[in-house]
């Protein structure tokens, strides 16, 4: 067999074993949507870490951070994912505690209480996160806030919720609130009102026993929003058992 016979017959061979590249224009919309990352469900947890709640109440919310992560790590998909951040306001400022991440990955610090109650300042950190587009893509589903305090705001508060509600993304968030202890004052209870979405109402755990079970429940209401936008069976909050 002559050189340029043989020559032929390995190029031919080598073909064969070639696979052939995939051509983009091809691919079915199916795959396409396999291919692209979970979209994220963005969660805020504003957490109140003010003096008043020291000890037990302080304890408790740790605890519950971690198993309210916990569940929403298991409520991963192919077409969504929750992430979560933490803004807590104690001292005199607030500040990013957690970054948003996939709950999955969520390792929580342990708060320590102390200081005054700077939930303005809160509200506007986590306004500008929810707006910045490198925090909160714009794929993302509708974000879902969450406000945990057991006390009147030390700062003005009213203008940065006004912002909060009236303004981009954030105006367009799914809140929830939850009160905390028996003591609230008319200013507190008025606050998590105007902060909760309209027609679901303030969580209450007057006693520390109670805060764990509050947390449960709102680890549900997210879960139910969440299966509801990425098209799984959410369950009916109806049949939870309410605190």
């Not at 979209?39 to 519950?64: C, Q, T, W, Y």
């Not at 030390?154 to 939850?178: C, I, N, Y």
């Not at 449960?216 to 009916?236: E, I, L, N």
């Amino acid at each position: 067999m002559s050189e340029k016979l043989v020559g032929f017959v390995l190029r031919k061979k080598m073909a064969r074993r070639q696979p052939l590249s995939a051509d983009p224009s091809s691919e079915t919309p199916m795959a396409a949507r396999q291919r692209r990352p979970p979209r994220p469900l963005p969660v805020f947890v504003l957490a109140d870490i003010s003096g008043s709640m020291h000890g037990e109440k302080i304890a408790v919310l740790n605890d519950s951070m971690r198993v309210m992560f916990s569940a929403f790590a298991t409520e991963d998909s192919p077409r969504g994912q929750i992430h979560v951040a933490v803004v807590t306001f104690g001292g005199d400022e607030a500040r990013l505690h957690m970054p948003l991440i996939p709950a999955s990955q969520a390792e929580w610090s342990e708060v320590v209480a102390g200081g005054r109650t700077p939930l303005g300042d809160a509200l506007d950190l986590t306004r500008q996160l929810i707006e910045d587009p490198e925090v909160v893509p714009e794929s993302a589903f509708t974000p879902a806030l969450v406000l945990v305090s057991d006390g009147a705001p030390t700062d003005d508060w009213e203008a940065p919720l006004d912002a909060l509600l009236s303004e981009g993304r954030a105006a367009k968030a799914v809140r929830l609130a939850m009160g905390i202890g028996s003591d609230r004052t008319p200013e507190a209870e008025h606050v998590l009102t105007t902060f909760a979405t309209p027609g679901w109402d303030v969580l209450r755990a007057d006693q520390v026993d109670e805060i764990a079970r509050s947390f449960r429940w709102v680890t549900a209401k997210v879960t139910s929003q969440f299966r509801q936008v990425t098209g799984r069976v959410a369950p009916r909050l109806q049949d939870l058992d309410a605190p």
